[in-house]
């Protein structure tokens, strides 16, 4: 059998292979409720076969959204709908997944569709929050730098983001440590200039995430697995790198986080990324080696062979597809037919299931 399409258990859960629907922004609701859409979006990668879907970047608050038009958890309100999407994940045979955020400094932009401008308190934004007083572009609006009360707010925010993400019936949490936004922010110390218990060494600029990561893990359940996504390097001098990402790792598995999903980039708009099939795997495969922890790889993974030759190589244990499963929802089952394995369809697909070759 492909290894791809091997069962993997973390904590007390079972999924059904190593596929994973990676965390991709919908911009499709408001005030922060979940729609139809996210019914329908999320739930037709369950029927395609992924082991985990995990919702998008959902905010912990309304000043962490990216735009006006992100997912959000921050009112009991939310959870009616979220916990509808995730029965109908479940029944399909994955397990839903949820990525809490906030974006910080690079809060308050339109959808990618309506231009992705930064919006200002006029046109329906809000002033953003960071680490410092440095904004994402020389000509955006300064964010505030958040102080003693902000970052334990941000804190208490994940934590209650966590509850409700319980109560609305997910299984697996992953913490957004990535692609520029407030954690990676506090990270890096191209966007982090504190001087503070909160910046300078790298003590310090992991400190938020720390805090985090313990806040949540007093509401959520021991045998529920907990993952952190990280920009494994800003791809800018003086950022934060792969050695940081290897030590933090460390720290992480340490503190009972049971997969490093490995991503890279989003810190600052002159990054040189070297993209390309797979180009971040090599971030996921030294993560995994040096710190034993599991590690997730997403990046251009496009092909079955591709996928599973990632994880037979060991180089990551589970594989996230972002932008391959809008194209095909139903990848992992296609992968099935590629690899000559069997996957169990929907009963009320069975009778359009490719004849496994000999």
């Not at 009972?256 to 180009?279: M, N, R």
């Not at 244990?317 to 369809?345: C, G, I, Q, T």
Request: glycine share 8%; aromatic share 8%.
């Amino acid at each position: 059998m492909a290894t791809l399409l091997e069962k993997l258990t973390i904590k007390g859960i079972e999924f059904r292979n190593r596929i994973v629907v990676s965390p991709m922004c919908q911009y499709s609701s408001e005030d922060g409720f979940a729609t139809d859409w996210h019914l329908v979006h999320l739930g037709s990668r369950a029927v395609g076969g992924a082991a985990l879907v995990i919702a998008e970047a959902t905010s912990v608050s309304p000043e962490g959204r990216i735009s006006p038009g992100d997912l959000g958890i921050w009112k009991d309100e939310h959870i009616e709908k979220l916990k509808q999407i995730t029965s109908f994940i479940h029944s399909q045979g994955s397990v839903a997944g949820i990525q809490l955020a906030h974006a910080g400094r690079k809060a308050s932009h339109s959808a990618p569709w309506e231009g992705d401008d930064q919006l200002t308190e006029t046109n329906g934004g809000w002033q953003t929050v960071a680490p410092s007083t440095v904004p994402f572009r020389e000509t955006e609006i300064t964010p505030i730098a958040l102080d003693a009360a902000g970052i334990k707010k941000v804190v208490d925010d994940f934590k209650s983001a966590a509850s409700r993400a319980l109560e609305a019936g997910f299984k697996v949490i992953e913490i957004h440590a990535a692609h520029g936004y407030l954690i990676h922010q506090f990270l890096s110390p191209l966007s982090n200039m504190r001087t503070d218990e909160y910046g300078g060494s790298f003590e310090n600029r992991t400190r938020i995430l720390l805090e985090i990561v313990e806040g949540v893990q007093e509401v959520w359940p021991e045998d529920l697995p907990l993952f952190v996504r990280i920009s494994a390097t800003d791809w800018a001098e003086g950022g934060w790198d792969i050695q940081q990402s290897v030590k933090l790792s460390a720290v992480l598995k340490e503190k009972g986080v049971d997969l490093i999903d490995c991503s890279s980039g989003g810190l600052v708009p002159y990054a040189k990324i070297q993209a390309g099939p797979g180009y971040q795997v090599g971030f996921a495969e030294q993560i995994k080696k040096e710190t034993g922890i599991l590690t997730g790889a997403v990046g251009f993974i496009t092909e079955s062979a591709q996928a599973d030759e990632i994880v037979q190589n060991g180089q990551a244990d589970m594989v996230l597809l972002a932008r391959e499963f809008l194209r095909d929802p139903y990848f992992p089952l296609h992968a099935a037919s590629e690899l000559n394995a069997d996957l169990k369809w929907p009963v009320q697909y069975e009778r359009a299931k490719p004849h496994k070759r000999s």
